[in-house]
């Protein structure tokens, strides 16, 4: 059997640390804890979390090192996150590391740094109905998944999503108020896979929906880090062929 995929669930960790917030209710233990339960359970993952208050954010070297894939849940404190961590979360990705961005992490500081624009969308919060239809049904990370998944209660996130074209579009959303979201999206930066993940609003239940958790574990495994191509850069005095 090969090596199971190491998998570091990184969050915020702040809305469900006060009381007055929904998300103290219905993540008690934080988002993170809920999606790593799940994460655990697959045979081929061993789970560790990370969390904002923790010294470094949690992500020091060695666990950087030690990470495959890193899940990002960000919202209210995209700004504390430290420049130093993110560049090296970014030098990690580039050099194979998956990263699988969820909801409100589209603002972070690591998710705008991979992609170059703004990240910025449209958004309303009164708990609509949302319908995430499969648009690429060859797409692993949709195994199991059926036609779409139906959320009764999510924030609603609107076009236009200021992202570089995805090099893989795996869901699009569709919002009862009539907008519509690109909300599975991935991209290759050099060797790594990074996949964006729309839903997960701190105050609806969502990472207890078994599908979303279903595309959470997909998105890990076709992110993880396979023996791919080391890139040579720079001056390359010597060529193959002898001239
Ligand atoms: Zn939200």
């Not at 890990?220 to 060529?239: C, Y």
Request: glycine residues 6%; negative net charge.
């Amino acid at each position: 059997m090969s090596k199971a995929i190491r998998v570091t669930v990184w969050s915020e960790f702040r809305h469900e640390k006060n009381p007055e917030h929904p998300a103290s209710k219905l993540y008690p233990e934080g988002m993170h804890k809920v999606i790593a339960g799940h994460l655990e359970k697959q045979p081929d993952m061993q789970v560790r979390t990370a969390t904002l208050d923790e010294p470094e954010h949690g992500l020091t070297d060695k666990v950087l090192a030690e990470t495959d894939v890193m899940t990002w849940w960000g919202h209210c404190a995209h700004s504390e996150v430290s420049d130093a961590v993110v560049d090296k979360v970014q030098q990690r990705v580039l050099s194979g590391m998956g990263l699988i961005v969820l909801h409100a992490g589209h603002y972070s500081k690591i998710f705008k740094r991979l992609m170059g624009t703004t990240c910025n969308l449209k958004w309303r919060d009164i708990a609509e109905k949302e319908r995430l239809w499969v648009i690429d049904p060859a797409h692993p990370i949709t195994e199991g998944i059926g036609e779409y998944i139906e959320l009764p209660h999510e924030e609603m996130y609107g076009e236009q999503f200021d992202i570089p074209q995805p090099d893989e579009l795996v869901f699009v959303s569709w919002f009862a108020g009539g907008e519509i979201f690109r909300s599975g999206c991935a991209w290759h930066r050099r060797r790594g896979k990074i996949f964006y993940f729309r839903p997960g609003h701190e105050s609806h239940p969502t990472y207890y929906d078994g599908k979303v958790l279903k595309v959470i574990e997909n998105a890990v495994r076709w992110a993880a880090p396979k023996d791919t191509t080391v890139p040579v850069f720079d001056h390359h005095p010597n060529p193959l062929e002898k001239l």
